[in-house]
Each structure stands twice: as structure tokens, then as C-alpha cells.
Nanobody
Framework: QLQASGGGLVQAGGSLRLSCAASGRTFSSYTMAWFRQAPGKERDFVAAISWSAGSTYYADSVKGRFTISRDNAKNTLYLQMNSLKPEDTAVYYC?????????????????WGQGTQVTVSS
């Protein structure tokens, strides 16, 4: 089970840190990712991180502003979001993939958190 938290309302240019706590199993060997979904749109890839945290991947739209990280000892995934823009407004979901390689296709992920709302005002 994955539990996302940390969303909220922030002004443009502000920062938020999302967390995703895993329970019920150890996700340390899984590839983890964040996706987001705005109203009326598809679920889009945001960032992913390898099981060892040795590799990270970002969507072009967030590169340089967002940082994905993980603490396997705490079974927790993070997403630090800086320089937020109104277009970052969405429900953010954490996900886990039972594989060593990331993809940006949400259909390839096996476990999902419930989502946390991020709203960026202009």
C-alpha cells in the first residue's frame, strides 16, 4: 500500500514536498515514480527513480524544478517541487513498478497511492 501526502495550495514560485509512505511490503527493490493528473486530462509522468536511487528521470516540463528521492530505510518516496507554476496544478500520485527499469507509461506500474492535490495559484 502507498500513501501520498504533502499536497496543498501554494502561490506560483513556491515550493511543496510530497511524500509517499509504503506499507505492507518492502518497495526498496522497486522502481518508484510520481505521476499527475489534471482535471479532464490523462495521467502524466512526472519523475521516476531506480530502486537504488542511482538513477532519476524527469519529464521535460519539471526538469530543473522538481527532485525525486527515496529513503529505502524508511520505505518512503519524496518529490521536492520548487518554482511551482499554475500548470503544475493536479492530483499527484505515487506509483511502484515491480521492475528495475522505469517507464513513463502509467499502465506499467503495479501499485498506486491514493493521490494528493496540488494547487498552484497565479
Amino acid at each position: 500500500q502507498l500513501q501520498a501526502s504533502g499536497g496543498g495550495l501554494v502561490q506560483a514560485g513556491g515550493s511543496l514536498r510530497l511524500s509517499c509512505a509504503a506499507s505492507g511490503r518492502t518497495f526498496s527493490s522497486y522502481t518508484m515514480a510520481w505521476f499527475r493528473q489534471a482535471p479532464g486530462k490523462e495521467r502524466d509522468f512526472v519523475a521516476a527513480i531506480s530502486w537504488s536511487a542511482g538513477s532519476t528521470y524527469y519529464a521535460d516540463s519539471v526538469k530543473g524544478r522538481f527532485t525525486i528521492s527515496r529513503d529505502n530505510a524508511k520505505n518512503t518516496l519524496y518529490l521536492q517541487m520548487n518554482s511551482l507554476k499554475p500548470e503544475d496544478t493536479a492530483v499527484y500520485y505515487c506509483a511502484a513498478r515491480v521492475a528495475k527499469y522505469y517507464t513513463n507509461d502509467p499502465g506499467d506500474y503495479n501499485y498506486w497511492g491514493q493521490g494528493t492535490q496540488v494547487t498552484v495559484s497565479s
